[in-house]
Each structure stands twice: as structure tokens, then as C-alpha cells.
């Protein structure tokens, strides 16, 4: 944490919050708090997961709560030096299968880059809607043998390439413009895979990857 610490020191300084911190530095794993609210809460989250270095899953009731979480814990995080890309959002589907509503392609996307963080540890604050707990996931071995690295050197045959992102949802089109799209022309494969901000064009030479741009 590298912000300004005398915007957190009272709060620091706290016998409530010095409690929860040797709870939780001590090893315990379910800690009760009570009678914060508003950004307080976001404040004293903020400074636990930046004190005690562990991870948290925090569900909440629903949208509303998940969108007022966000905003609060982003601010903090920036008013206190740290990275807000840490703070990653897993949303419910708000799909009906009954009446044929699938999820929106954005929320399936959301869902995907939150796991694929979740899986390679690469978050500090997990914020859940209640209501997504009740959907089935893949386990975490599952999700990381459908998961695949592709680095400029390595052996890539193309059409297995193509099966299995399809095999795994992509969708394919002429032109790559969306996340979860891949398009190949001969020795050129376009993919966006849904945790990129942008597609990914791999060049290959025969099996062989010879640029990643």
C-alpha cells in the first residue's frame, strides 16, 4: 500500500479494526463484523486484504450491491495506491432457460475472465451476487485443461487449434470483432480470446507459431 497512510490511520488505529486484523493474520478464516456502512465498509476490506496479504470472496445480496461494492472498493483502492484491477467481478447469468433467454454475451464474458483470474490467483477481492452461487462452475482442473497458452515458437496445428476453440464456445466468423470470436485464413488465426481487451493474430509457418500480434 503505498498511499497517503494519515488518511487511514484512525481507522488503522481502531480497536475494532485491530481486532479483525489478529483475527485474520492469526489464521482464522470466518471473522463477524458488524455496524459498518457505506464506503466504511469498502475502507476497512481495502486495508485488510492490503495488511494481511489474504484473498476474500465477498457475496452480496444483488446487483445493486454488487455495482455499489465495486465503485466503493475501485475508490479506495485508488485513494490508497493500490491496483483496482484487483477487485474482480463474477456475475449472476440472469439467463431463463424456460422461456429460451440465454445470458448476455458481455455477463458470459465477465463470468469467464473472473474464473481464469480466480484460477491463477490473480485477485485480491472476489465480489459475488448471491444468486450466482447457484449455478454449476467447472472444477478448477477442468477449467485449466480447456485453458491453453499459445507462445511465438510454439507447435500449433492450426485445424485442432480451430476444433478445439470451438469445442470450447468460440464462435466462428470472417472477421474476428468480438470477444469469443476466431476466424483463419491459411496460416494466419484471429482470436479473441474473452479475458484480451483486444484480438490476438497468430502467424504460424507450417505447426509453428512465428508471431503473436
Request: negative net charge.
Amino acid at each position: 500500500m503505498t498511499g497517503d497512510p494519515a488518511l487511514v490511520a484512525s481507522l488503522v488505529a481502531a480497536p475494532a479494526f485491530i481486532a479483525l486484523e489478529s483475527a485474520l493474520a492469526g489464521g482464522k478464516d470466518r471473522v463477524a463484523a458488524s455496524g459498518l456502512i457505506g464506503p466504511a465498509r469498502a475502507a476497512v476490506l481495502t486495508l485488510l486484504v492490503a495488511r494481511t496479504r489474504r484473498k476474500f470472496v465477498l457475496v452480496v445480496h444483488d446487483d445493486a450491491a454488487l455495482v455499489e461494492w465495486q465503485r466503493d472498493l475501485v475508490a479506495l483502492a485508488h485513494l490508497l495506491g493500490r491496483d483496482p484491477r484487483g477487485i474482480v467481478v463474477f456475475p449472476a447469468l440472469a439467463a431463463d432457460p424456460y422461456n429460451d433467454i440465454p445470458p448476455h454475451p458481455e455477463v458470459e464474458r465477465e463470468r469467464v475472465r473472473a474464473l481464469g483470474r480466480l484460477l491463477r490467483n490473480e485477485l485480491d477481492v472476489l465480489l459475488v451476487p448471491a444468486s450466482a452461487l447457484l449455478s454449476r462452475l467447472a472444477s478448477p482442473a477442468e477449467l485449466a485443461a480447456s485453458s491453453r497458452a499459445v507462445v511465438a515458437g510454439d507447435t500449433l496445428a492450426p485445424e485442432r487449434f480451430l476444433l478445439d476453440s470451438l469445442r470450447a464456445g468460440y464462435r466462428r466468423v470472417d472477421t474476428v470483432q468480438g470477444p469469443g470470436e476466431i476466424s483463419r485464413r491459411g496460416g494466419i488465426v484471429d482470436i479473441y480470446p474473452p479475458e484480451a481487451d483486444e484480438p490476438v493474430r497468430i502467424e504460424l509457418f507450417g505447426d509453428t507459431v512465428e508471431s503473436l500480434r
